[in-house]
């Protein structure tokens, strides 16, 4: 079903709908409550309301006869599947002894060095971002910050990591030293990195992972009170101001500037709640016409790790187009063949393994992804009063983490980012204990 037939099939029956929203997000809420722990955890946007919001598409498509049985029995069981190996491996997780595992050696030996290392990933940061600004294609950035990233991957990748590193770092500061300076070098770095990143999501992000800062640093949780609930609503007007300034200018680039579907609303408006419904658009695509049995992937491990090592870097290597051969954007081109701009549907953890492996494998497949987060999600009770470099990398994994519900192959290249500057600073750390040890 087309983008456009979709929306009119939805519009049409709005209150079904939001009905079948509001069930599934209360559901997954209570399904993961007490493993998650927090009701500001990252985890409840990126899975309870996308999935949330996603699976209520599937219901009503499903309800009217647009999807089959197959395909819904297979999504309910991969459901299913992941939220049971998450909940197992999260408590299996927290249990382990924190001085057994390479993440607590690693930051173990940058724990003497914080002060330098958090200087120097700063230093990294805006030496990535000059880079970026000066070489980012401004033409196309607000119709489609893929293409305007283009052969910019690996500077945008870093800068995505360590925004989100240093603002947990700087916050867990400010939390223990009680210092503002702190606290307002995390928002001066929260601010620049959601304005470079261009996602809508991206300042809401930075909140996020000092929350889970928060959390892990000092078991520190939000308690509504007056005061607090006046600074909620202040954020979240910054965060709707953000997103609609962005949307604006989306609507300028891509020539969408009056409303369509909800005659009389700002266009704004209403492309926010279409981008919303954009969370299951990988459904609505795929799931009728039976279109996700066009799909097919001839490279699965080299498609999976395309992302990790770049797709213009695999497809030079290889000879092959892995740009365009992910599942999200083989279901765009069955619908849109000749759409040039780099774009396309998430590929949500569900649909990747069903491709990827078939039914069998993708049941497989959805316990690995569940295992993966589990193991992570668990780190935030292992790791509680950790060191701040030790808090900040696991806000940032944690965070970086949850993409591979949406998308595995990018979950598991911002996994690999994550460790990656992670052991460069603890080489540099090793390095400075040495030449300390020599000098002494």
Not at 33 to 52: A, C, S, V
Request: proline share 2%.
């Amino acid at each position: 079903m087309r983008d456009f037939l979709f929306f009119d099939f939805l519009f049409a029956n709005a209150l079904e709908y939001i009905a079948y929203a509001i069930t599934c997000c209360v559901v997954l809420y209570l399904c993961t409550r007490k493993t998650i722990g927090y009701i500001f955890d990252p985890f409840h946007f990126y899975y309870t309301f996308t999935f949330g919001t996603s699976y209520a598409i599937v219901i009503i498509l499903y309800a009217h006869g647009l999807v089959s049985d197959y395909y819904f029995s297979f999504l309910a069981l991969y459901a299913i599947l992941f939220l049971f190996c998450f909940i197992l491996t999260s408590s299996l997780s927290s249990r382990r002894a924190r001085s057994s595992g390479i993440f607590y050696r690693l930051t173990y030996t940058c724990e003497r060095q914080e002060g330098l290392l958090i200087k120097f990933l700063i230093f990294i940061y805006f030496l990535c971002a000059a880079i970026y600004i000066g070489k980012v294609s401004t033409a196309v950035f607000y119709s489609s910050r893929f293409e305007a990233n283009r052969g910019l991957g690996g500077v945008v990748r870093i800068m995505d990591a360590l925004r989100l590193i240093i603002a947990a770092w700087l916050f867990v500061y400010f939390l223990r030293i009680k210092k503002k300076k702190y606290l307002l070098g995390a928002i001066f770095v929260s601010l620049i990195g959601a304005l470079l990143s261009g996602a809508k999501f991206a300042l809401l992000e930075q909140l996020y992972v000092m929350f889970v800062a928060g959390f892990i640093a000092e078991r520190k949780k939000i308690k509504l009170t007056f005061g607090v609930l006046f600074l909620f609503l202040l954020l979240g007007a910054l965060l709707l101001f953000f997103v609609l300034a962005i949307l604006s200018q989306t609507s300028v680039a891509i020539g969408y500037v009056n409303s369509q579907y909800i005659p009389g609303a700002p266009v704004t408006v209403e492309l926010l709640i279409l981008r919303v419904l954009a969370n299951g658009d990988q459904y609505y695509l795929s799931l009728t016409n039976q279109i996700l049995e066009n799909i097919s992937i001839q490279h699965p491990l080299l498609q999976m790790f395309a992302n990790t090592f770049g797709n213009g870097l695999m497809s030079n290597l290889f000879d092959f187009d892995f740009a365009n051969s992910d599942v999200g954007r083989q279901i765009w081109l069955n619908w849109y063949p000749n759409d040039p701009i780099m774009r396309g549907p998430a590929n949500h953890f569900d649909l990747t393994g069903y491709v990827y492996f078939g039914y069998v494998g993708g049941m497989i497949f959805s316990c690995f992804i569940g295992a993966i987060l589990g193991k992570i999600n668990g780190f935030k009770k292992k790791y509680i009063h950790s060191s701040a470099v030790a808090v900040a990398f696991i806000s940032a994994l944690y965070c970086r983490s949850l993409a591979i519900v949406l998308n595995p192959s990018v979950g598991i290249a911002y996994i690999i980012d994550v460790f990656i500057i992670l052991i460069l600073i603890w080489i540099i750390a090793s390095v400075c204990r040495e030449v300390n040890k020599s000098v002494n």
